[in-house]
Every structure is written in C-alpha cells, then in structure tokens.
C-alpha cells in the first residue's frame, strides 16, 4: 500500500522512539552469586589529628649589633686580671605551630571470590501497531477502524453498508494497516441508528475526506458534503458540516432544522498513530566474580605529637635577645707600683755591692746609685715589661709573668791585670 514519504519517515521515527525507550523499561536482570572461597589481610592506617592547641617555635638568632667590655682586678703587688668581655643583642624568630596528635586503626581487607550466575530478560522480537480512535470529550458514543472501503466515485455515501467499527481506543496491526485504505470514523450523538448518526471515511495516509452519510429526518440519509480532521499535538478534533435529507433535494424552498449546521467533535488521543510491541526472552550466563569488603576499626591515639605547618594567621613575631660573652682573662702588671717595687729592689743590691776604695782590696768601688741606674730602676715603663712567653704587650694579651731585661755588668766587676813593663 502506498503511503507518503513524510508519513513513512513519521512512522519510522515514532517507532524506533518507543522501541529505545520500552527496551530499558521492560528488560530486568538478576543476580545470584554463590561463595567460592574469602581471604583476610590486615594493614593499619595513621592520621593526625589537630588537637586544637598550638605552640611556639623559637628560630635562629640573628645578631643585630655587639658592645665590647674590658674590666681590670688587682689580683697580687704588681700585677692585675684584664677581662675582655662583649654583649651581644640578637633578634629571635618566634613562629606559631598546631598541635596535631598521631592516630592509627586497623583495616581487614577481605576479598570474597564468587561464582555469579546472571538472569536477563532480553529483546527477543519488536513489531509496530497502530493506536486507532479513543473517546469523545463530549461523551458521544465513538467508534473507528481501519477500512479497506472502495471508494464510490460519484460521492454518494447515502446507501453505503456502514463497516463495523471499535468503539474507543484499540490497536490494529502493521498488516491490518498496510491493507487498509481508509480510516472509517462513526459518531452517534444520541445512540446508535439514533437521530444525528454519523458515518465518515477519512484517507489513512492524507486524513483527506472521502465521503459519508448521515441519518436525520427518521431514517432517511443524506450525505455529508463537508468534513476535516484537525490535528494538535495531543489530540485530534473532527468537524463536520450536517445536512437534512432536504438539502439534497434541488428545490430551493426544502429546508431542514440542521441545515448548514457544523458540528466539532474532540478527542481525548490522536485518530491514528505508531506504536511499538515488543517481547523478550530469558538468558543465564555464570562468571566469577570478585568483591572487596573493608573493615577498619576505631582510631586510637598512639601518644605522639607532632607539628604542623606554621599557621598564617597570628603569623611571624620576632624576640630580643641578650648575651655577655666573655673573651679572654689577661694577667698584667699593675703599672702603678712596678717602678716603686723596683726601686726597693735596688736598695737591696746597694747594700750587697758596698766598697771602699781604701780598702786595699783589688775591687773596683760601685755605689749603690750606679747599681740602681745600671739596673734600670730609674728608667722601668710598662712598654719594656715583657710576659714570660715573649707575647707582645698586655694589650696583646700577653702573660701575667714579669720578665727584666738582662743585667750588663761593667768591666770593674770582673777586675783585670794591669799591663807588663818592658824591660829596658
């Protein structure tokens, strides 16, 4: 049977619409797993945890600037302790950490090995049928079907044998479809054979009017000249324009009550539209099948704390700082008494060398005045003292010792025989 290409594709479209949706609706699948064997590991997990507390980091120190100090102690007669001592100013970082405290918790891993035996429901044939008629808004008594009618070429549908029709919604099949030619529409507004009853002949594929009669004036027909279907998106309507037996009389002055009355039926569905059929069968299929069940326990405390990162917000301060650090401890001479101590030490040494040139002895006279100024107790600086270990000046940090420079006797201390006469 011939259709139009735009209603084929329409059809086409519609069907393969249902087909995807119903396939997934309709399928049902179910599982039955059966235990093979299971084994058990166990692992443990750490976390920290933040305790909500915090604490300060003290960071290096960092010398902003030093000051020296020298402190001097009498310590003996002629001798005196130098301390070099320096205070030292630093600025100290202080950053500010969380408190995180260590957790730990065991997991038992178990993997259960199965054998899973799966039931599906799948497609096992599709087919398209035809969704025809439904019901009139109104409550009319509606009926409708496909119809292989032949058409009558002179339009008069007054005398036709009316073919039996569904009342309400039903389907018909793709065949039922493919064979028909029409689509045969039969309204009776008051029962059927009543006052008013219709019967229309549409084209399946145009939804053009072919023909139909209606009955009015007792049992008399006339046909129905003018008739069209309206399609909406949801709904079809059905309008049609009533005639009396009388209008198909030539004379002008019959009339009849429904003349040139158009009456419009709605319904609740679309006349004519695709749907899609299917049936499924059942297939089993058994694989193994491997499921992994975790089971951890509480967290507990291990006892150990650690700390974060340092937080940004108090943020960095900075401490200060300082140290007296003590450098090194000099012994020196004490330069106000040295020259006095000296001086005694000479008086000494003038008793020891005392003589007389009258004494008849071959020695040589020293007063005590030369053996002062031969030994230098007139002329001691602290720039001639020396420490024992020959380390420079005190300031140099040398030894505490006292060292004199060597005494150079003169020639009369060592006496020396006079010269030989020559003979004559």
């Excluded at 949706?21 to 179910?30: E, M, N």
């Excluded at 450098?327 to 003038?350: C, E, F, I, W, Y």
């Amino acid at each position: 049977m011939f259709r139009p290409p735009a209603l084929r594709a329409f059809a086409l479209a519609v069907t393969g619409v249902y087909a995807l949706g119903a396939a997934p609706a309709l399928a049902l699948t179910t599982y039955q797993n059966t235990l093979v064997s299971s084994s058990s590991t166990k692992s443990q997990e750490t976390r920290l945890v933040d305790t909500g507390q915090t604490e300060e980091v003290q960071g290096p120190k960092q010398l902003l600037g030093t000051t020296p100090h020298v402190e001097e102690k009498i310590t003996g007669s002629a001798s005196k302790l130098v301390t070099h001592s320096e205070t030292r100013n630093y600025q100290v970082p202080v950053t500010t950490h969380p408190v995180l405290r260590e957790e730990k918790r065991e997991i038992t891993t178990t993997t259960y090995n199965y054998i899973r035996r799966t039931t599906t429901d799948v497609l096992d044939k599709q087919w398209t049928v035809w969704k025809v008629g439904g019901y009139l808004r109104e409550g009319y008594q509606f009926g409708s079907g496909l119809s292989s009618q032949t058409y009558l070429p002179d339009s008069d549908y007054r005398n036709l044998a009316r073919g039996a029709t569904y009342p309400g919604a039903h389907e018909q099949s793709q065949a039922t479809y493919d064979m028909a030619k029409s689509i045969a529409v039969s309204i009776n507004p008051h029962g059927e054979y009543g006052y008013l009853s219709a019967y229309m002949i549409f084209d399946k594929n145009t939804y053009a009017f072919i023909g139909g009669s209606i009955r009015c004036c007792g049992a008399a027909q006339a046909n129905i000249r003018e008739a069209n279907i309206k399609r909406f998106i949801t709904y079809d309507e059905i309008e049609y324009r009533l005639n009396c037996v009388q209008n198909d009389d030539p004379w002008p002055w019959t009339w009849c009550e429904t003349d040139r009355t158009v009456w419009t039926v709605r319904l609740d569905r679309k006349l004519l539209v695709p749907d899609t059929r299917q049936s499924f069968r059942t297939e089993t299929k058994e694989e193994p099948l491997t499921v992994v069940g975790k089971v951890p326990s509480a967290w507990t405390a291990t006892g150990r704390m650690d700390r974060g990162p340092a937080l940004t917000n108090p943020g960095l301060r900075y401490e200060t700082l300082s140290e007296k650090v003590l450098l090194r401890h000099v012994t020196v001479p004490n330069d106000k008494v040295a020259a006095k101590g000296m001086a005694q030490s000479g008086n000494d040494v003038r008793k020891t060398f005392t003589a007389d040139s009258s004494s008849g002895k071959s020695q040589a006279s020293l007063s005590g005045s030369m053996v002062r100024q031969t030994l230098g107790a007139n002329r001691v600086k602290p720039s001639l003292i020396t420490g024992s270990k020959g380390g420079g000046s005190p300031e140099q940090g040398g030894s505490a010792a006292l060292t004199l420079p060597p005494i150079i006797l003169p020639e009369l201390l060592t006496p020396t025989p006079p010269p030989k006469k020559k003979k004559d």
